[in-house]
């Protein structure tokens, strides 16, 4: 029962270097999302994708790109990496079937650009 | 910018004592969740409150709503050391926006 799962853990990049985030589940959800999260800053919305086949820009969207691959997996890709792109990301997803309708979070990638 | 504004930053406490903790949003929800961040770990979902909802509870937690305030609580009885955390809210829709977060340490 792997839920969220997110590779690598932890990535480090020189500025100008591209990288791409994985992220994977196993719950048949149909909503995916990434977020950074900065200290003092709580937890920002990179991208999202609402259902397989769409994806929409969130708060913090520039310096990235994403891809829903089909509905397991939805990759975020950094083409030139810069130092402000120093975070811990975090890839979640979700099912507007679910009651709760809570967000089911990946352990996080940490990465560091020097 | 972000939807939710937690309050207090930061907490700490007695263990046994009661813990609160507030956020504030700024557009209307149809729903509002409250979740929990161990150091170094993804967050995992605590509670859900619907925007018709006053108060709910669930176990030691305790999570009330004033719409008319753009505000939400949650109370954590007995704290325990295990309890010490991040905590966030987050407003619901597409977008999940969250808040800042309190930081809550229970001293054993």
């Known amino acids: 029962n792997a839920g969220v799962t997110q590779t690598p853990k932890f990535q480090v990049l020189k500025t100008g270097q591209s990288m791409t985030l994985q992220c994977a589940q196993d719950?048949?959800?149909?909503?995916m999302y990434w977020y950074r999260q900065d200290p003092g800053m709580g937890l920002r919305l990179i991208y999202y994708?609402?259902?397989?086949?769409?994806?929409d820009k969130g708060e913090v969207p520039n310096g990235y790109n994403v891809s829903r691959l089909n509905k397991r997996e939805f990759s975020l890709r950094l083409e030139s990496a810069a130092p402000s792109q120093t975070s811990v990301y975090f890839c979640?997803?979700?099912?507007?079937?679910?009651?709760?309708?809570?967000?089911?979070f990946g352990e996080g990638s940490r990465l560091t650009v020097l | 910018s972000q939807q939710g504004e937690e309050d207090p930053q930061a907490l700490s406490i007695q263990e046994g004592e009661n813990a609160t903790m507030n956020c504030s949003y700024k557009?209307?929800?149809?729903?509002l969740q409250w979740y929990r961040q161990n150091s170094g770990r993804g967050l995992v979902h605590l509670i859900l409150?619907?925007?018709?909802?006053r108060e709910k509870h669930s176990g030691r937690l305790r999570v009330t709503l004033d719409t008319s305030k753009k505000s939400s609580s949650l109370l954590i009885t007995a704290s325990r050391a295990a309890d010490t955390a991040s905590y966030f809210c987050?407003?619901?829709?597409?977008?999940?926006?969250f808040g800042t977060g309190t930081s809550l340490t229970v001293i054993p």
């Open positions: 979640a997803s979700t099912s507007r079937w679910l009651a709760t309708g809570e967000l089911f």
């Open positions: 719950m048949n959800h149909n909503s």
């Open positions: 994708s609402a259902s397989e086949g769409t994806t």
């Open positions: 557009t209307s929800i149809n729903n």
């Open positions: 409150i619907r925007s018709n909802e």
């Open positions: 987050a407003t619901d829709g597409n977008q999940f926006y």
